[in-house]
């Protein structure tokens, strides 16, 4: 699987966008990008994934660069619920298992 | 989506016992389960794959005999951690996958938070 960078931890005022950027330039052609996020002694909860084409959920939007060498989650209003690392993860479709990285802590602020 | 359960979601074990944690795939039929095990302030780490009916495949560094991981069936697995020792607390979380299932994404269970003392 390839690698993920995420920025360790991001900051974001309730109610406004939280944009999450993730680097993955070493993503192979047939690797999908997934967004997973885990709240505090929970199991990881899937948010949403794509190939090459921007994704848009009741949860959240998925913007991939046109080299697919990155991408940003968007949550449009973040509440404060929405707090939580945040996983970046690419996998090719039925490779299974996850390699989770590091993740970015956001952390939504009144 | 899917639902995937764990039991328990904590156990508290003495040193030298063993514990066993379930997965059960509750409304599809998961042919491979994953396990991870995560430590605070960590990120998950996959211990072993396990597809229904065959032996787990586990990675580097993780003992196959201590952590002893049945797939007996298509909706149940099973993590025993055997001879509990304080350094096994951590919080273990399986994942499953149904056959065929593409690029759709694996369902995670709750975790179990496993403390030895």
């Known amino acids: 699987d390839a690698k993920t960078t995420q920025p360790p931890s991001m900051d974001c005022a309730e109610g406004r966008a939280a944009n999450l950027p993730c680097n993955h330039s070493t993503i192979s052609g047939n690797e999908y990008v997934y967004w997973y996020r885990q709240i505090h002694s929970q199991g990881p909860q899937y948010i949403i994934h794509?190939?090459?084409n921007n994704e848009t959920n009741e949860m959240a939007s998925l913007i991939i660069t046109e080299d697919r060498k990155s991408s940003t989650l968007i949550l449009p209003h973040a509440t404060l619920r929405d707090t939580a690392v945040y996983y970046c993860?690419?996998?090719?479709?039925?490779?299974?298992?996850?390699?989770f990285g590091d993740g970015t802590t956001l952390t939504v602020k009144p | 989506g899917a639902v995937v359960s764990q039991h328990p979601s904590r156990v508290i074990c003495k040193s030298g016992t063993s514990v066993k944690i379930e997965c059960r795939s509750l409304d599809f039929q998961a042919t491979t389960m994953f396990w991870y095990r995560q430590f605070p302030k960590q990120s998950l780490m996959l211990m072993a794959t396990s597809n229904e009916g065959s032996k787990a495949t586990y990675e580097q560094g993780v003992e196959k005999d201590k952590f002893l991981i049945n797939h007996a069936s298509l909706t149940l697995s099973t993590l025993t951690v055997t001879s509990a020792h304080p350094e096994d607390s951590s919080f273990y979380i399986c994942s499953a996958r149904g056959q065929g299932w593409g690029s759709t994404e694996a369902f995670f269970g709750q975790g179990t938070r496993l403390t030895v003392v």
């Open positions: 993860i690419v996998r090719a479709a039925n490779a299974g298992k996850s390699t």
């Open positions: 794509g190939l090459k």
